[in-house]
């Protein structure tokens, strides 16, 4: 039987996510989490591919706003629920739904396509490349200290039900989002994912808290967590869970930490999504017993190349010619001159010899700043074709702060 590639309706949307479910192990979400996906659907940017009346493949985009190097927000498209029936892989489904998907972005004018990769070595084929990490941390708070800044015992902290805070938390998250390339400027609707919190996700832990930081009665920080408590013989052992804390200065973002390091009853501290330059890991006395694990997070594609370089500032004078291959979207491929600094940048087509040959794949894992493009050369996969272009490109591509997705989508 024949398949068919068409735009979601309303209508279909259970189906649609059923097979989504199914493909991810068959575990339905709680109905409150259903009915924040439905709510945040853009159903013109989500997909599914028909086999009758039966679904066997989906995919979909958001509308996002990304931070860049130099502060920027760009129009981004966030890809998301990508999956394809098990009954019906290797049939070229999923390859189709990228083809529609990178057309249709595009078509919007959106220079730049992300995602989170369930499984990682299936999206480099079509010309992601892995942009961000994120810092998992496993402390040991009864052996681990805190060495703190001055002014942290001038923040006051307080309880706070989440719910009651959230404005708040939001606008603050709001201020903070410039400062990092690939932190994603909440579009209304996405401020309920911080207050997402269903039962049956908890395991064993308690309902989401707050604790909020304030300074002269403003607020200039937040720690949203849970607690999952445990017991043994020697007594009590819970652990801290947490999921956001955002700071606008050291001293408060220390203030909060101590905090967390303190709770009664518990003795280690699990932070899942961490930047990689942290500010955590200079506070802290014995980093080993951090037990830290980087892994991969946000994946970008550069949909349009010279639109997407001309969006980021560079870091310092570049002029260079790169070579861009791409043959999932072929209008990128060909000699871009990149002209820029902290200021901006151009990037236009030209016949003139190329200073870097790379892939696109490759070109969006420096994107962000956060992979040196040396080490992609050490391994390679950048070749320098002028002595010295190298060096100027990987200092102007880099970033001061590392890179850093806050959430899935």
Known sequence: MTTELRELRQEDWDEYYGTLELAFG?????????????????????????????????????????????????????????SVAATHRRQGILTSMMRRQLDDVRAKGECLAVLTASEPAIYGRFGYGAATQQLKAEID????????????????????????????????????????????????????????????????????????????????GYARYSVKPDWDAAGPKGTVRLRDLEALDP??????????????????????????????????????????????????????????????????????VLDVDDAFCPWNAGRWRLTGDVKGATCERTEDDADLALSVRDLASVYLGGVPLTSLAAAGRVRELRPGALAEAALAFGSDVAPWLPHGF
């Open 251 to 320: 001293a408060a973002n220390a203030a909060l930490w101590r905090f967390l390091f303190g709770i009664d009853l518990t003795s280690a501290i699990d932070a899942h999504s961490r930047p990689v330059d942290d500010a955590l890991l200079q506070l802290v006395s014995d980093v080993r017993r951090c037990q830290l694990r980087v892994k991969d997070a946000l994946h970008v594609r550069l949909v349009e190349v010279g639109a997407a370089l001309e969006a980021r500032a560079y870091r310092a004078p570049v002029n260079l």
């Open 141 to 220: 708070t009864t052996r681990v200290r805190l060495s703190v800044p001055a002014g942290t015992d001038d923040v006051r902290l307080r309880y706070a039900k989440p719910a009651d805070v959230h404005e708040a938390c939001e606008a603050l998250y709001a201020r903070r989002v410039s400062e990092r390339p690939g932190m994603l400027a909440r579009q209304p609707g996405w401020e309920r994912l911080g207050l997402l919190d269903p039962e049956s996700e908890r395991h064993g832990a308690s309902p989401l808290q707050c604790v909020v930081a304030e300074r002269d009665g403003e607020l200039v």
């Open 26 to 82: 068959g575990v339905a979400e709680a109905e409150e989490e259903h009915a924040l996906w439905n709510a945040l659907t853009e159903f013109d940017r989500f997909f599914g591919t028909w086999e009758g009346e039966t679904c066997v493949g989906t995919t979909g985009a958001f509308s996002f706003r990304l931070s860049v190097p130099g502060g920027s927000l760009v129009d981004a498209a966030g890809v998301t629920m990508v």
